[in-house]
Every structure is written in structure tokens, then in C-alpha cells.
């Protein structure tokens, strides 16, 4: 019984979400758009990541739910030049978009 209790939950972990957050602190000039990129490429997950005019970062990431969490923590630490102080999430319906990106 404990089994198909684990397997459901990771089904759950896998269902599908995405994500869109707003990133503020020292996050522009740093590298933390090319962080977040390399971040969501490698945990093979889709979206994107540009730079505001007010200085903070927006980004969708799109993927299985356990990933788009893991990812969302490594965002909230960001690269060591960077200082992140906040990152606020709301939940947007999936796209089916494929691959991440820098975007302008």
C-alpha cells in the first residue's frame, strides 16, 4: 500500500504547471538572465527570462511541478554576483512552449 501511495504522489509532482515570477535585488548586470537560462535548460524545463525597466527580472518556466519548484529555489539564490531579495509567483496556464530562453 505505501508503494502506490509514493507513486501517486509522484504523479502528482509531475503534473504539469507554469510559473510566472518577478525577481528583485541586484538581479541586472550580474548575469542572472544567463543564470536562469542555463538553470531552466538544464533541469529541462521551458519559458523565458528578460531584464525590466525598473530594474527587477521577469520569467515563465514551464515544466513538471517538481521541477519548476527546484528551479524556482535555485532562481531565489540566484549566482553569487547577484543578490536576490524577493521573488514573487503567480501561476499561468501551460503553454506547451519547448525550450528557454533569454528574451529582450
Not at 15 to 28: E, F, I, N, P, T
Not at 50 to 68: I, S, T, Y
Request: with cysteine.
Amino acid at each position: 500500500m505505501a508503494d502506490q501511495n509514493s507513486d501517486l504522489g509522484a504523479e502528482r509532482n509531475n503534473d504539469l504547471v507554469r510559473v510566472q515570477a518577478y525577481v528583485s535585488g541586484l538581479v541586472q548586470g550580474v548575469g542572472f538572465r544567463w543564470f536562469v537560462e542555463r538553470s531552466g535548460k538544464q533541469m529541462k524545463l521551458s519559458g523565458w527570462v528578460r531584464n525590466l525597466p525598473d530594474g527587477c527580472v521577469e520569467l515563465e518556466v514551464e515544466g513538471p511541478e517538481f521541477k519548476v519548484e527546484a528551479f524556482l529555489e535555485e532562481v531565489g539564490r540566484g549566482p553569487i554576483s547577484s543578490r536576490v531579495d524577493s521573488v514573487s509567483t503567480s501561476e499561468r496556464p501551460v503553454t506547451g512552449e519547448s525550450g528557454y530562453r533569454i528574451r529582450s
